[in-house]
């Protein structure tokens, strides 16, 4: 059973940066999907960003795109997310996630009902 743990949240000033982390443990297969969502009120669930494991690839939202950066530190089973320039429209939950990918090369789903395991979330606010 994997279990994610994140922290890193909080109130900053537009144009201002946040690093959001995501502790693991309970890794059972050799290949995960990890991603960062989000959830702002009102609205529907959407992934930011997504790492394979063991692959170094990466993919982000557009909104993500050029100012974030999804990474992870494999020796301390963290994942991150550095935030820069954010917006007021980055206001949200934000939750690290987990799925086992079937093999090295198989694609990250980017819906969040496909992914097995959830982190407990972090709040972001972003004030203009």
């Known amino acids: 059973q994997v279990q994610l743990v994140e922290s890193g949240g909080g109130s900053v000033q537009a144009g201002g940066s946040l690093r959001l982390s995501c502790v693991a443990s309970?890794?059972?297969?050799?290949?995960?999907?990890m991603a960062w969502f989000r959830q702002a009120p009102g609205k529907k669930r959407e992934e930011v960003a997504v790492?394979?494991?063991?692959?170094?690839?990466?993919d982000y939202a557009d909104s993500a795109k050029g100012r974030f950066t999804i990474s992870q530190d494999s020796a301390k089973n963290t994942l991150y997310l550095e935030m820069n320039s954010l917006k007021p429209e980055d206001t949200a939950m934000y939750s690290c996630?987990?799925?086992?990918?079937?093999?090295?090369?198989?694609?990250?789903?980017?819906?969040?009902?496909?992914?097995?395991?959830w982190g407990q979330g972090t709040q972001v606010t972003v004030s203009s």
């Open positions: 996630a987990a799925v086992p990918r079937i093999n090295f090369y198989s694609v990250c789903p980017a819906d969040a009902a496909s992914y097995d395991y």
């Open positions: 309970g890794y059972t297969s050799r290949h995960y999907c």
């Open positions: 790492l394979y494991t063991g692959r170094y690839l990466t």
